[in-house]
C-alpha cells in the first residue's frame, strides 16, 4: 500500500492496547480505506464500528474489528504526527525569512513548510501555489477552517514577481473556492517597500474585502530584512513617515469596514505603531485578537492582563531585584509596565535590558529571534540582580534551545544568574516577577 503509518505509542487500557496493537505495527486502513494523513485517520475512526487492518513487523496481517462510542479515540500515536511528509515551499519570495539565514544553523531552519495541513493544525501560513484540487476538496470535505493564506498582493502580474513563482497570481482563484465553502480564512501581507505597499496596498485591501466576512482578517506586516541579503532582491526598511502613511490606509478603511460588518477586518502589527511613534489602538480595535501570531495586538494585549492582573493584588513591600532582558520593540512597554508594578511593590526593583539582534542584523527588533549569543554578549558583566526573566519565544517550542542552539544552561552558567522562562500571558509576566510557581 502506498500509505502505511507506523505506531510509536498506544495508551495503557485503551481500545487499541485491548486489541493487541503495538509500537512498531503498522496501520494500513480503516474500512478498506487508505489512510492518507492525520485528517483522513480522524475522520474515518469517528464511526461507532470500523475494521482496522494492522500489520505486525514480522508482516502478518491483522483485521481488527470495533465497536466503540462515536468520536471515542483509539489511543495509539504515529511517528509522524501529521502522518505524512510536510510540504515544503516552491517559491523563491522576496521577503522570505529563510533565505535570509546564515549558513551553519541546524537543518530545521532551513525548511520551508507551505501545507495547508500545517495552516489548519499551526495556524502556519501558505501561498495557495502548493495547494491542489484535491487538497482542496478535502479542506471543504473535513472543514479544515480557519486556514491562513498569504496574499502579499491581489494583483496577480505581482504576486508572481513577488513569489517568483508564474503561478501564484493564478492561485488567487482558489480564495473563490474556499469563499464559497464558506471556509473561515484569515490573511497576512508582507508589505514590502516599493512593491505592494501605497496604491498596491489600497488595491489588495479592497479586493480582499469582497470575502467578507469568512475572510475574517487580514494583517499588514513589515519586512522583516536580516544582515544575510547578498544576492537576494534589493529591498530597504519603511521610514517613520512611511510607518505613518501604511497605517492612515489601514484605518481609513478599519472606519469604512466597521460600521458595515463589525470587523475592522485590516490590521497593522505592533511594529508599525513603534515605527511611527504612534500609541496603540485599544483592545476593541483587535477584533478578538485573530493575529497575534502576527504580532498583531500582543503588546496591547500583555498590557491589558498584566494591568488586570496588578488590579487583582493587594501589593507587599518585600524586596525583590529583578533583571528582564526582551527585544527593542518590546523594551519600553516592559519598563512602562514595571513602573506601573512599583506602585504597589515599591521595594520591587525590575531592570529591562533591550537586547540589539546582532546576530541578525539591527532590523530585527522582536525577542522570538533574538539568541543566546547575543543575550550572553550584550548582558555579560551587567547587574542581573537575583533572577533574569526571558520571554519563552526565545526558545524553540518545549525545548530549552535558542535560534542558534545556545541552551538555557548556556546561558545561565556563561552570565551566572538563574534564568525564568515566562510565558506568553500578563498574568504569567506578574508571577514571574512575584517568583510565584502556577
Same mark, same amino acid.
Given at each position: ?53 494492522? @500489520? ?31 510540504? /515544503? ?11 535570509q539565514m546564515p549558513p551553519g544553523m541546524r537543518d530545521t531552519l532551513y525548511f520551508k513548510d507551505d501545507d495547508s495541513r500545517l495552516s489548519f493544525l499551526q495556524g502556519n501560513y501558505v501561498t495557495l501555489t502548493n495547494m491542489s484540487g484535491h487538497d482542496l476538496e478535502r479542506i471543504i470535505r473535513f472543514r479544515l477552517e480557519p486556514i491562513n493564506i498569504s496574499f502579499q498582493t491581489m494583483n496577480p502580474d505581482l504576486r508572481c514577481r513577488m513569489l517568483h513563482n508564474r503561478f501564484a497570481g493564478e492561485a488567487l482563484k482558489k480564495v473563490d473556492t474556499l469563499y464559497e465553502a ?47 541579503? @547578498?544576492?537576494?532582491?534589493? &529591498?530597504?526598511?519603511?521610514?517613520? @513617515? ?40 485599544? @483592545? ?5 485578537? &485573530?493575529?497575534? *501570531? ?18 487583582? *493584588? ?8 529583578? /533583571? ?54 550584550? &548582558? ?17 517550542? *518545549? ?40
Amino acid at each position: 500500500m502506498a500509505h502505511e503509518h507506523r505506531i510509536c505509542s498506544v495508551q495503557q487500557g485503551s481500545i487499541a492496547w485491548e486489541m493487541g496493537i503495538e509500537p512498531g505495527d503498522k496501520l494500513l486502513a480503516v474500512d478498506g480505506q487508505e489512510i492518507e494523513d492525520v485528517f483522513d485517520y480522524r475522520y474515518y475512526i469517528e464511526e461507532e464500528e470500523l475494521v482496522l487492518l494492522i @500489520e505486525k513487523p514480522d508482516g502478518e496481517q491483522w483485521e481488527l474489528e470495533i465497536e466503540k462510542e462515536s468520536y471515542e479515540d483509539l489511543g495509539m500515536e504515529f511517528e509522524q504526527g501529521l502522518m505524512d511528509e510536510y510540504r /515544503s515551499c516552491r517559491n523563491r519570495c522576496i521577503f522570505c525569512f529563510i533565505d535570509q539565514m546564515p549558513p551553519g544553523m541546524r537543518d530545521t531552519l532551513y525548511f520551508k513548510d507551505d501545507d495547508s495541513r500545517l495552516s489548519f493544525l499551526q495556524g502556519n501560513y501558505v501561498t495557495l501555489t502548493n495547494m491542489s484540487g484535491h487538497d482542496l476538496e478535502r479542506i471543504i470535505r473535513f472543514r479544515l477552517e480557519p486556514i491562513n493564506i498569504s496574499f502579499q498582493t491581489m494583483n496577480p502580474d505581482l504576486r508572481c514577481r513577488m513569489l517568483h513563482n508564474r503561478f501564484a497570481g493564478e492561485a488567487l482563484k482558489k480564495v473563490d473556492t474556499l469563499y464559497e465553502a464558506g471556509i473561515e480564512m484569515n490573511g497576512q501581507i508582507v508589505l514590502c517597500k516599493g512593491f505592494n505597499d501605497g496604491e498596491e496596498l489600497d488595491r489588495s485591501i479592497r479586493e480582499l474585502t469582497r470575502y467578507l466576512p469568512h475572510l475574517r482578517s487580514v494583517s499588514v506586516v513589515p519586512v522583516g530584512l536580516t544582515r544575510f541579503r @547578498e544576492g537576494l532582491e534589493p &529591498l530597504e526598511p519603511f521610514t517613520k @513617515e512611511e510607518a505613518r502613511q501604511v497605517l492612515e490606509l489601514i484605518h481609513g478603511w478599519q472606519e469604512r469596514l466597521y460600521p458595515e460588518h463589525g470587523l475592522h477586518f485590516i490590521h497593522a502589527s505592533d511594529e508599525w505603531y513603534i515605527l511611527a511613534g504612534e500609541e496603540l489602538p485599544g @483592545e476593541e480595535t483587535y477584533d478578538g485578537y &485573530l493575529q497575534l *501570531e502576527n504580532g498583531v495586538g500582543m503588546l496591547r494585549l500583555l498590557q491589558n492582563e498584566f494591568s488586570q492582573a496588578l488590579d487583582g *493584588e493587594t501589593g507587599d513591600r518585600k524586596e525583590r531585584r529583578i /533583571s528582564l532582558a526582551t527585544g527593542l520593540l518590546a523594551a519600553p512597554y516592559l519598563r512602562q509596565m514595571a513602573l506601573k508594578l512599583r506602585e504597589k511593590f515599591p521595594r520591587t526593583e525590575i531592570t529591562v535590558y533591550p537586547i540589539k539582534n546582532e546576530f541578525f542584523g539591527e532590523q530585527i527588533t522582536v525577542s522570538g529571534l533574538i539568541t543566546g549569543q547575543d543575550l550572553v554578549k550584550q &548582558l555579560a558583566g551587567q547587574d542581573l540582580a537575583e533572577r533574569l526573566l526571558l520571554p519563552s519565544n526565545m526558545l524553540r517550542a *518545549e525545548e530549552d534551545v535558542f535560534l542558534d542552539d545556545f541552551t538555557v544552561s548556556d546561558v545561565e552558567n556563561a552570565l551566572q544568574v538563574p534564568l525564568n522562562i515566562v510565558k506568553s500571558s500578563g498574568q504569567d509576566l506578574l508571577d514571574a516577577i512575584l517568583d510565584r510557581i502556577r
